[in-house]
């Protein structure tokens, strides 16, 4: 069992920037992702980090979102810099299963409760 708990959301200008941080317990290894929801949309995923550290992004976010984790810590981020209005939504930190190679499994089994970013014109 895993808890997900997100934090750093806020208001913006766009071109600002924000950091989301999601503390998770347990010392368990997993995938560690970021979604998102827009409102009227569905959730849709960020970005993640396997067990070697590799990191994936959505195209739209890529360049401009970093995913990161501190392993001491048990707490993953997302900075995020040249926010965009179209950026606004709540964020998600999600935990899933790795596969044997370490690389993230593609299913998510635990959620955060989110935290919202909302970037202004």
């Known amino acids: 069992q895993v808890q997900l708990v997100e934090s750093g959301g806020g208001s913006v200008q766009s071109g600002g920037s924000l950091r989301l941080s999601c503390s998770a317990s347990g010392n368990s290894r997993y995938c560690m992702g970021w979604f998102r929801q827009a409102p009227g949309k569905g959730r849709v995923w960020v970005a993640d980090m396997d067990s070697t550290a590799t990191t994936r992004y959505a195209a739209s976010v890529k360049g401009r979102f970093t995913i990161s984790q501190d392993n001491a810590k048990n707490t993953l981020y997302l900075q995020m810099n040249s926010l965009k209005p179209e950026d606004t939504a709540m964020y998600y930190c999600?935990?899933?299963?790795?596969?044997?190679?370490?690389?993230?499994?593609?299913?998510?089994?635990?959620w955060g409760q989110g935290t919202q970013v909302t970037v202004s014109s």
């Open positions: 999600a935990a899933g299963p790795l596969l044997l190679s370490g690389d993230c499994s593609g299913s998510w089994d635990y």
